[in-house]
């Protein structure tokens, strides 16, 4: 008699594991789905909220590229005396404040746009110093000259970056 009882209560207690595993599981997934429904929610509002700083971020930094454009610096930033040396440093520093101003701006943008934008400023420092070194720049007028001659017969770092910056922006949407 005893062995039968222990058997009806195996029969009684299987339904009730089973149905306690199931309930389990059920719960476990629930549980599961909704974090996972709650980060998407979460996610959505700081997408929304974070897209209007991103689009201002990239909104600055083409500003940014086109202030540094060697044709447009060298006709906003007027030579002070006929120094080259001190012209060229004068268009360095115009450059290198412009780009203290948005360093900020690196938080809300992809690092490899940053990398490219920071790489387009270095090579417009390179390009004007460049141009001072050579021998026929003898003058700030004539340093003018040269980079923007320069300027004619090939692309400029900053305009190569404002095009990779403007693909950047159209992937967001």
Same mark, same amino acid.
């Given at each position: 008699?005893?062995?039968?009882?222990?058997i009806?209560?195996?029969l009684?207690?299987?339904?009730?594991?089973? #149905?306690g595993?199931?309930?389990?599981?059920?719960?476990?997934?629930?549980?599961? @789905?909704?974090?996972?429904?709650?980060?998407?929610?979460?996610k959505k509002? $700081?997408?929304?909220?974070?897209?209007? $700083?991103?689009?201002?971020?990239y909104?600055?930094? /083409?500003l940014?590229?086109e202030?540094?454009?060697?044709?447009?610096?060298?006709?906003?930033?007027?030579?002070?005396?006929? @120094?080259?040396?001190?012209?060229e440093?004068?268009?360095?520093? @115009?450059?290198?404040q412009?780009f203290?101003?948005?360093?900020?701006?690196?938080?809300y943008i992809?690092?490899?746009?940053w990398?490219?934008? /920071?790489?387009?400023?270095n090579?417009?420092?390179?390009?004007?110093r460049k141009?001072?070194?050579?021998?026929?720049?003898? #003058?700030? @007028?004539?340093l003018r000259?040269?980079?923007? #001659?320069e300027?004619?017969?090939?692309?400029?770092?900053?305009?190569?970056a $404002?095009?990779?910056?403007?693909?950047?922006?159209?992937? $967001?949407?």
């Amino acid at each position: 008699m005893e062995v039968s009882r222990i058997i009806d209560l195996f029969l009684y207690a299987i339904p009730t594991l089973i #149905t306690g595993v199931i309930a389990y599981y059920f719960f476990r997934e629930h549980t599961k @789905n909704e974090d996972g429904r709650r980060r998407f929610l979460l996610k959505k509002d $700081l997408q929304v909220n974070a897209m209007p $700083l991103r689009l201002q971020a990239y909104e600055r930094m /083409a500003l940014f590229l086109e202030r540094i454009s060697p044709s447009k610096l060298l006709i906003r930033v007027h030579p002070t005396s006929s @120094n080259k040396e001190d012209y060229e440093a004068l268009l360095i520093q @115009n450059i290198e404040q412009e780009f203290e101003h948005n360093l900020s701006q690196q938080i809300y943008i992809s690092d490899k746009c940053w990398n490219i934008i /920071a790489t387009a400023k270095n090579a417009t420092i390179q390009l004007i110093r460049k141009a001072g070194m050579l021998e026929k720049t003898d #003058t700030a @007028n004539k340093l003018r000259e040269v980079v923007l #001659t320069e300027m004619m017969e090939r692309r400029s770092p900053s305009e190569a970056a $404002l095009s990779f910056v403007k693909e950047e922006v159209s992937e $967001l949407w």
